[in-house]
């Protein structure tokens, strides 16, 4: 069965970096884009951006660009975000999603959520 | 970018009701267009996607429809279960971007 096994929560302080992980089980890693989403709390979702783990191609949001670096690892089928200066905006639950074949998938698989709390 | 626009934000309906939660988007995304379903404290979970299929496991008294750039999201009778809140979502374009969500209980 897919899964989607993200890492445990972080605490940063304000202009430090996370890493968050995201690995991929049950089905083969390099077919299936992967998306990345978060939620502030008591917020709606937002869009990250994506990336393609056969070739590592990527698209971010535009209000993350040059902050957020998505990676992945082939071999342990994991996919990577990692955002850098951080602020208390950033505070979170980060989600990995897995989308379609295509550039424009639907997503159908989540992970359970990773949160990460930027906080002095 | 694209916006959606997710309308009411939040309802409430007794026990067997039928519930009907609207999205429009503000350009046409053709049938590129998402349901996701969202327990407190839990991670979202795909509902429907191109706007009226049923992801494999979700029951059927989920459905979705589209009229040009207007789409809903239907529960047929409304069960205790059901309580969570429901957000769309376009993939017709990057951003893809979400509605601000609906927030469902029960009376």
């Known amino acids: 069965q897919v899964q989607l096994v993200q890492s445990g929560a972080e605490v940063k302080e304000p202009g430090a970096s996370v890493k968050v992980s995201c690995r991929a089980s049950?089905?083969?890693?390099?077919?299936?884009?992967m998306h990345w989403v978060r939620q502030a709390p008591g917020q709606g979702l937002e869009w990250m951006g994506m990336?393609?783990?056969?070739?590592?191609?990527?698209s971010y949001a535009q209000k993350f660009q040059g902050r957020v670096t998505m990676t992945r690892d082939t071999s342990t089928s994991t996919v990577y975000m990692e955002m850098s200066s951080l602020r208390s905006e950033d505070t979170a639950v980060y989600y990995c999603?897995?989308?379609?074949?295509?550039?424009?998938?639907?997503?159908?698989?989540w992970g359970q959520g990773t949160l990460v709390t930027v906080s002095s | 970018d694209i916006q959606m626009t997710q309308s009411p934000s939040s309802l409430s309906a007794s026990v067997g009701d039928r519930v009907t939660i609207t999205c429009r988007a503000s350009?046409?995304?053709?049938?590129?267009l998402a349901w996701f379903q969202q327990k407190p404290g839990k991670a979202p979970k795909s509902l429907i996607y191109?706007?009226?299929r049923l992801h494999s496991g979700v029951p059927s008294k989920f459905s979705g429809d589209r009229s040009g750039t207007d789409f809903t999201l239907t529960i047929s009778s409304l069960q205790p279960e059901d309580v969570a809140t429901y957000y769309c979502?376009?993939?017709?374009?990057?951003?893809?971007?979400f509605g601000q969500g609906t927030k469902v209980e029960v009376k």
């Open positions: 979502q376009q993939y017709s374009s990057d951003p893809r971007t």
């Open positions: 350009q046409g995304i053709s049938d590129y």
């Open positions: 049950g089905y083969t890693f390099s077919i299936y884009y």
């Open positions: 191109a706007a009226s």
């Open positions: 999603a897995r989308g379609g074949s295509g550039w424009y998938g639907e997503y159908d698989y």
């Open positions: 990336i393609n783990p056969s070739g590592g191609s990527t």
